[in-house]
């Protein structure tokens, strides 16, 4: 987990510089299109990560709480996700 953890900051640390080179463009009037495609990169990136946490998450808390065989721990965990996929949604 460890490695995992390492590496999703990485990204996030690469996304952030993304974002700075953004404002940047946007400050010194740079094309639009060429902003927007910027924006679409930083996207993809965020949603690269977010798939990688939920991955993770799978992989540790929720395989946790099937393990432990605590129901109520196992249902906190569903309505966790359910949560999540219902937010992406909207």
């Known amino acids: 987990m460890a490695r ?3 590496a999703i900051v990485n990204r996030l640390r690469r996304i952030e510089g993304q974002v700075r ?3 940047q463009m946007v400050s010194d ?4 299109i060429d902003i927007l495609h910027q924006v679409q990169a930083i996207k993809a990136a965020l949603t690269r990560a977010e798939s990688e946490i ?8 929720v395989s946790e709480a099937i ?3 605590d129901a109520a721990e196992q249902r906190t965990k569903f309505n966790e996700l359910i949560d ?3 937010k992406v949604k909207r």
């Open 4 to 6: 995992d953890k390492a």
């Open 21 to 23: 080179g953004v404002s």
């Open 29 to 32: 009037e740079r094309y639009c």
């Open 54 to 61: 939920l991955k993770d998450h799978a992989a540790c808390c």
């Open 67 to 69: 393990a432990s065989g």
């Open 84 to 86: 999540l996929f219902e």
